[in-house]
């Protein structure tokens, strides 16, 4: 049994920052890909940020720069630090994992657990 659970979400205002986090229930994280994706009213899911086993990670061009994707892995927890935050934020962000791979992806068809998302809303 796999259990996603994020955290960290909340209103924010444009240009501040806020940092997401999602403690799993993984018997060893290391053998996971992490992910956030994030979905907004009327759009599909996309990736935000990947972090592979490896040390690699791979951002969306919109977040390039502004949200740092990280884990602790001795406490099961990826992290995703948004600064500089855009009212085009707005979305329920999804942590997201697999089992295995070798690079960073965002494509969510990859990810067999999921969370049940933390919202975050950029008032401008």
């Known amino acids: 049994q796999v259990q996603l659970v994020e955290s960290g979400g909340g209103p924010v205002e444009a240009g501040g920052s806020l940092r997401l986090s999602c403690v799993v229930s993984?018997?060893?994280?290391?053998?996971?890909?992490m992910a956030w994706f994030r979905q907004a009213p009327g759009k599909e899911r996309e990736g935000v940020a990947s972090d592979g086993r490896y040390g690699t990670t791979a951002y969306a061009d919109s977040v390039k720069g502004r949200f740092t994707i990280s884990r602790n892995n001795a406490k099961n927890t990826l992290y995703l630090e948004m600064n500089s935050l855009k009212p085009e934020d707005n979305a329920m962000y999804y942590c997201a994992a697999k089992f295995g791979g070798v690079e960073p992806t965002l494509w969510s068809l990859h990810y067999t657990y999921w969370g049940q998302g933390t919202q975050v809303t950029v008032s401008s």
């Open positions: 993984l018997r060893t994280m290391t053998d996971y890909t």
